[in-house]
């Protein structure tokens, strides 16, 4: 049985080391699925097992478990830049600068009562208590790419190697964190006295009103007289909106038009453009026609497919330079990309992975299909060459030093932040330098999570030898405390204001506070009691925004507060 013995004892050995994390990460993982009153942790609960892997022993050495907390980090962060990258410009449209704002209000508002509460609780000549706020505030926000990016900071401040065990306060707000969140939100709703079904009436009142830019398409028989021996493109540019004409039924033939197509009177259109432009479209054009649009003639079989974009020299390149109509005979009618419907505006730039659907006769369509790829074989792959030249670019980007006056020591966005801009920038700019940044779903969510769960069983290890002297002999009871103070406040505070201010909806405002603190279960419940997409729309709004800030800011007290 010396061998068994072996396994579990000899921290140097590999095996010893996969061992540990497996069972760890296995554990943890499993512990994060049980859920209390509908709520679970998730897998952070991979730290609450990692902290009792090391407080028993069970450990491994500090350097290899400080590579496997610093890579894991990397990845974690690299993954979800470039899941936010394609939208994160794109928040700031619309109603998004004000959500966005508020979101930024609340994050600020965090990071002033957690210093309210060390100058309060605590003994500010201790240095050691700022850090260990610092991660009592990332787990009151449930932001763990926060943690990461404060303990990787702390190696600036603490070059002897004496890192204050900041997991230990991250561990002791988390619980009553994500509790937290969903019952201050809660709160906020008997504080506005909001009614649900009232808020759930108004969206499908708006949405009547004001429908999204989605395809929409109609069957319109050409009544006015100005049109007749006028050109698609001309009829394009007096209406100055988009639009496709996918289908032409002039004399009983039916053919797919181009912009030198000319229009005649009684000739009929199958017309695709957004929704808010359908009305303007038909008046000008002229009426529906009731009857479904004539089947395809024999001489020219006309189809419609829906293409995967798969090759990479499509990657962003524009719609409207491609020449569709003209060079290759079909329309594309609509794009598809991560499950939403697009209208096909000629501005349009092409991303791997999205999904066209395009009309013609059946051989110019296969051509088309050809030219794009259409193997969704080859989407599976994940890019592993531009995962790992963008990590390359970041670790370089945040070793990049800034002097500024006063502080200690220079500033650098380390190996959370510049991996994570510089996957945000890759993710929305990356078509420009034929750089393929699509990956699957699936793909995308195995490396986070894999790069998480090594993160926090890392993290949770190295923080186990200290953590019963520093949480239950020490000040583990204030941590819990005040870490639910630094949750609740904030939202109390800025949700009242979003509602009695700017009168947003209050799912958006559950969606914009879920969003804000990153927290997923938060969301899961803003949905469990709406019938609509506003959670999900308030959350995705704030949320590149938001743990861009959660990461930068960690750095910044880090650097300023900590190392003064």
Same mark, same amino acid.
């Given at each position: 049985m010396?061998w ?6 000899q921290?140097?050995s590999?095996?010893?080391?996969a061992?540990?994390?497996?069972i760890?990460i296995a ?6 699925k049980?859920k209390v009153?509908g709520?679970s942790?998730?897998?952070t609960f991979v ?12 450990t491994?050495?500090v350097?290899?478990?400080?590579f496997?907390?610093?890579f894991g980090?990397?990845l974690?962060v ?5 899941q936010?990258g394609p ?12 959500l966005n ?5 609340t994050i600020?508002?965090n990071?002033g ?5 060390? !100058? =309060?609780?605590? &003994?500010?000549?201790?240095v050691?208590? #700022?850090?260990m706020m ?5 787990g009151?926000? +449930? ?11 702390l190696t600036?401040v603490?070059?002897n190697?004496?890192i ?6 991250y561990a002791?707000?988390?619980p009553?964190?994500?509790l ?5 939100t809660i709160?906020?709703?008997y504080?506005c006295k909001?009614k ?6 108004q969206?499908?009142?708006l949405?009547?009103?004001n429908?999204h830019?989605?395809?929409?398409q ?8 100005y049109l ?8 394009t540019e !007096? =209406?100055?909106? &988009?639009i496709?004409?996918?289908r032409? #039924?002039h004399e009983?033939e039916?053919?797919?038009?181009n912009k030198? +197509?000319?229009?005649s009177?009684?000739d009929e259109?199958?017309?695709v ?5 359908a009305?303007a479209i ?5 009426p ?5 649009f ?7 079989p006309?189809?419609?497919k ?5 090759n990479p020299s ?6 409207g330079k491609?020449h569709?109509s003209?060079?290759?005979g079909?329309?594309i009618t ?7 419907d697009?209208?096909a505006s000629r501005?349009?730039?092409f991303?791997?992975g999205d999904?066209v659907m395009v009309?013609?006769p ?9 030219l794009?790829g259409n193997s969704?074989?080859r989407?599976d792959?994940p ?7 963008g990590i390359?670019v970041?670790?370089?980007?945040g070793?990049?030093p800034i002097?500024?006056p ?5 500033l650098k966005?380390?190996?959370a ?8 920038l890759i993710?929305?700019f990356g ?7 699509y990956?699957t779903?699936s793909?995308?969510m195995m ?5 998480l ?7 949770g ?6 953590f019963?002297?520093?949480?239950v002999?020490g000040d583990?009871?204030?941590?819990v405390?005040?870490g639910?103070?630094i949750?609740?406040i904030p939202i109390l ?5 979003a509602?009695?201010?700017y009168?947003?909806?209050?799912f958006?405002i559950?969606g914009m506070?879920a969003?804000?603190?990153t927290?997923?279960p ?5 949905n469990?009691?709406?019938s609509?997409?506003e959670?999900?729309?308030?959350y995705?709004t704030?949320?590149p925004?938001?743990m861009?800030?959660r990461?930068f800011?960690a750095?910044?007290i880090v ?6």
């Open positions: 010396d068994l013995l072996n396994l579990f004892t921290q140097d590999v095996a010893h080391i061992l540990l994390f497996s760890v554990i943890g993982v499993l512990l994060g049980i009153c709520i942790l998730g897998v730290l609450f097992a990692g902290i009792v892997a090391g407080h028993i022993g069970f491994a050495p350097n290899i478990l400080t496997v907390q610093d980090l990397i974690f690299f993954m979800i830049g470039l936010v939208g994160f410009f794109e928040s700031f449209k619309k109603g998004g600068v004000a704002l508020l979101s930024t209000g600020l508002l990071i009562v957690m210093f309210a509460c060390y !100058f =309060l609780f605590f &003994d500010t000549s201790n050691v208590n #700022l850090p610092v991660g009592t505030l990332y009151a926000v +449930t932001n763990t790419p926060g943690l990461g990016a404060a303990n990787e900071s600036s603490f070059p190697g004496q204050p065990p900041i997991a230990s306060g002791c707000a988390y009553l964190g994500v937290g969140i969903i019952g201050a709160a906020v709703r504080i909001i649900l079904e009232k808020e759930d009436a969206l499908q009142e949405e009547n009103e429908p830019e989605k395809p929409f109609m069957h319109l028989k050409v009544s006015n007289a007749a021996g006028k050109k698609l493109q001309q009829i !007096f =209406l100055n909106r &988009d496709v004409c996918s032409l #039924l009983g039916i053919s797919i038009p030198n +197509t000319i229009l009177m009684d259109l199958s017309i453009c957004a929704t808010h432009d009305e038909r008046a000008f054009i002229g529906n026609v009731d009857t479904p004539p089947e395809d003639n024999e001489k020219q006309l189809v419609s829906r293409i995967v974009i798969t499509m990657n962003g390149k524009t719609l491609m569709f003209s060079v290759y079909v329309n609509r794009i598809t990309r991560q499950g939403m697009l209208f501005h349009h730039h991303h791997v999904r009309v013609g059946e051989d110019n369509v296969n051509r088309v299909a050809e794009m969704v074989k989407l792959a890019n592993i060459a531009t995962i790992f030249i390359i970041g670790i370089l980007f070793s990049l002097a500024i006063g502080m200690p020591v220079p966005l380390g190996i932040g510049g991996p994570l801009i510089i996957a945000i993710g929305r078509y420009r330098f034929r750089l393929v940044t990956t779903t793909a995308n490396l986070r999570e894999i790069g769960v090594l993160f926090l069983a890392a993290v290890i190295k923080a186990g030898a200290s019963w002297h520093t949480v002999q583990g009871l204030k941590y405390y005040t639910f103070l949750t609740i505070i800025m949700g009242t204001i509602r009695l201010k009168k947003f909806n209050y958006t559950m506070l969003g804000t603190y927290d997923p938060a969301l899961a419940y803003a469990s009691v709406c609509k997409e959670p999900s729309v308030g995705s704030v949320y925004l938001s861009f800030l990461i800011t750095q910044l650097l300023f507060c900590c190392g003064a």
